[in-house]
C-alpha cells in the first residue's frame, strides 16, 4: 500500500493514472477505518480503476473543546483496511501541508450547515466544505463515496458539489451497522461498556419510529417522540436534537413522506453520537 504524503506528489500519480486512462474514486476519511469505510472503499473499487482513500483528521472541522487531540489515529490498520477493500493509495498529507503557515481561504455552504448538527457545531460543516474540496482539487476523482450516517453532511457536500460545479459524481453508501444495531463509527471507541449499552437506544428509537410510519403515522411529532421517549429512559443520555427535513434539500417538513429524514445527536458521557433513517 502506497502512502503520499504531498499535494504534488498525489498529482503527480493521479496524472498518470489519467493518463493511463483510470477513473479515480476517492473516499474521504478521518481515518481509523471501520467495516462502514470498508463498504465504502469496496464500493469505490466496484465503480473505478484506482481508488485512493484519504487519511486525514481534520483540524478545521473541530470546534474548541471538541476531540481533535484526542480522535483515534491508526494508519498501519488503515494500510491493511484499505488494502483489503481495494485502495491502491492512501493519501495521508501532515497538517502543515493541507493548512500551510499563511492559510486563509475557506468554502463555506450557508444555511442547511446552521441546522441540525451545524447548531452546536457552528464551524463544523465549513471545515468540512473546506478539506473535501481541497482533497477533490488534489485527487481529481471522478466519484467520492460519503456514508449517509452523516446524512447532512452528505447533503452539504452534494450542495458544495452542485454550487461550485465540480464535475465529480458523489456516491452515497448506506449506514453499516453493529450486529447489536450501533451505527459504525471511529468514535464509539470512546463509549464505555455502559455508555454503549445505552446508545443502542439510537437505533432501537429509529426502529421503532419507522416501524410507526409504515404502519401510517405520518406526524412528526409522534415520530419523534417515539424516539425521544426510547433515548430519554436512558439515563446517560443527553440529546442534542432529534429532528425532521427533508432529504437531501435539508428544507423543513410539516409531515413525514418517501425522502424525510429523522436524524438525531446525542451525548453519552462525551461522546456525541448521530444516527439517521431517511423514510421510503
Ligand atoms: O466524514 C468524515 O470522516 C469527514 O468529515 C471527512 C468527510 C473525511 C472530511 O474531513
Do not use: W
Request: aromatic share 6%; glycine share 8%.
Amino acid at each position: 500500500m502506497r502512502v503520499i504524503e504531498a499535494a504534488a506528489e498525489m498529482r503527480a500519480y493521479i496524472k498518470e493514472e489519467k493518463k493511463a486512462g483510470r477513473r479515480i474514486g476517492l473516499v474521504p476519511t478521518m481515518g481509523y477505518l471501520h467495516d462502514g469505510h470498508r463498504s465504502l472503499i469496496e464500493k469505490a473499487a466496484s465503480q473505478n480503476d484506482t481508488v485512493i482513500v484519504s487519511v486525514f483528521v481534520n483540524p478545521t472541522q473541530f470546534g474548541a473543546g471538541e476531540d481533535l487531540e484526542t480522535y483515534p489515529r491508526d494508519l498501519e490498520r488503515d494500510k491493511e483496511t484499505a488494502e483489503a477493500g481495494g485502495a491502491k493509495v492512501i493519501f495521508h498529507p501532515p497538517v502543515g501541508e493541507m493548512y500551510p503557515k499563511g492559510y486563509k481561504t475557506y468554502v463555506n455552504v450557508e444555511e442547511i450547515t446552521g441546522i441540525l448538527c451545524g447548531k452546536s457545531r457552528p464551524t463544523h460543516f465549513r471545515g468540512v466544505t473546506t478539506v473535501v474540496s481541497k482533497l477533490f482539487n488534489i485527487v481529481s476523482p471522478d466519484r467520492a463515496y460519503f456514508g449517509l450516517k452523516d446524512a447532512q453532511q452528505l447533503a452539504v457536500i452534494c450542495r458544495m458539489v452542485e454550487d461550485m460545479n465540480f464535475d465529480i459524481e458523489i456516491v452515497p453508501c448506506p449506514i453499516v451497522r453493529e450486529s447489536d444495531g450501533l451505527a459504525m463509527s471511529s468514535r464509539n471507541t470512546y463509549l464505555s461498556v455502559e455508555e454503549r449499552r445505552q446508545a443502542l437506544s439510537l437505533g432501537r428509537g429509529l426502529a421503532a419510529a419507522r416501524k410507526l410510519y409504515e404502519g401510517g403515522e405520518k406526524s412528526i411529532e409522534k415520530l419523534t417522540g417515539i424516539i425521544r421517549n426510547e433515548i430519554d429512559a436512558m439515563p446517560m443520555s443527553e440529546i442534542d436534537y432529534i429532528e425532521a427535513v427533508e432529504f437531501p434539500s435539508l428544507e423543513p417538513v410539516v409531515s413525514a413522506g418517501r425522502g424525510t429524514l429523522i436524524a438525531l445527536a446525542v451525548k453519552f458521557g462525551n461522546t456525541r453520537l448521530i444516527d439517521n433513517i431517511i423514510l421510503d
